[in-house]
């Protein structure tokens, strides 16, 4: 790996409520048009990278306008895909989003400097819920914090120490 000076923006997007959970049955259990206007402006042009539940969860259609990746253990059919998290950074010459799910979250989190967090107001009271992985703040600073469309969403930036 290059110094970290001279290297594009690597970051994880994503949304989640106040207790941290990101999904549930493999779907987004909100739908908020703010976040997802905020997603696709903040990943247009960039490389996504995802896990293969949450390449299944979109159909198995690429994004249009990013290079897409999806991890997972087998080859997966008609799209770049990698065994691994360091493996796909590796591969990214440009500025790179992890998107989902909840294991590619945690795997990678060694290898960002960014996080951008919207959190949604939803209230989820499933055991199955995907959750994110907790933002030690000995790790992550808040570097901004504003609301979203009508300010039920809120977007924090945070950076790594």
């Known amino acids: 790996m290059g110094e970290a000076h001279s290297m594009p923006v690597r970051g994880a997007i994503v949304a989640m409520t106040r207790d941290n959970i990101i999904g549930l049955n493999g779907t987004i259990p909100w739908h908020h048009s703010e976040d997802l206007k905020r997603f696709k402006r903040t990943t247009m042009g960039a490389t996504i990278v995802m896990g293969r539940l949450t390449w299944e969860s979109i159909n198995c259609k690429a994004l249009p306008g990013r290079r897409n990746i999806v991890i997972s253990r087998n080859p ?12 796909a950074l590796e591969a990214c ?3 790179t ?4 799910g909840g294991q590619i979250y945690g795997a990678s989190l060694y290898w960002i400097s960014v996080l951008d967090v919207t959190y949604v107001p939803d209230r989820i009271n499933d ?6 992985p907790t933002i030690d703040p000995s790790i992550w600073e808040q570097t901004s914090s504003e609301p979203l469309g009508d300010s039920s969403l809120l977007n924090v930036i945070y950076r790594r120490r």
């Not at 997966?76 to 493996?87: A, C, G, L, Q, R």
């Not at 989003?97 to 989902?100: F, L, P, R």
């Open 76 to 87: 997966v059919e008609k799209i770049e895909s990698y065994t691994s998290v360091p493996e």
């Open 93 to 95: 010459d440009s500025d």
């Open 127 to 132: 055991e199955r819920a995907v959750r994110f």
């Open 97 to 100: 989003w992890i998107i989902g």
